[in-house]
């Protein structure tokens, strides 16, 4: 399984953003994913993830009602919609799945992609 994750980039507060993740192999579709972030200095974030699916997610207090999670199996791609942009979500953005549905995932997923910068201005 291959995670690549993509959109990420520079924005003023209050801004607006929309994550890629294109995953490729031959289980993909019944994978569970999501997305991490992690800040400079910061540890690793759990931020949101959704089922294989596609009928349950799991969205963090932190970011809940500013970030949307979404799917579409048919192109094997999942996404994060963030509104409402702060200082504080400022970070690298990683995809990942895994095969059990466990939100939030304390104990890591089984597939990891490389991140995308978010980096939001004030």
């Known amino acids: 399984v291959q995670l690549q994750a993509s959109g990420g980039g520079l924005v003023q507060a209050g801004g607006s953003l929309r994550l890629s993740c294109a995953a490729s192999g031959s289980i993909t579709s019944s994978l569970n994913m999501g997305w991490f972030r992690q800040a400079p200095g910061k540890e690793r974030e759990y931020v949101a993830t959704?089922?294989?699916?596609?009928?349950?997610?799991n969205v963090a207090d932190s970011v809940q009602g500013r970030l949307t999670i979404s799917r579409a199996n048919a192109k094997n791609m999942i996404y994060l919609e963030m509104n409402s942009l702060k200082p504080e979500d400022t970070a690298v953005y990683y995809c990942a799945a895994a095969h059990v549905w466990d939100p939030p995932f304390r104990y890591g997923m089984d597939y990891w992609g490389k991140g995308t910068q978010v980096t939001v201005s004030s």
């Open positions: 959704i089922s294989w699916s596609g009928s349950s997610t």
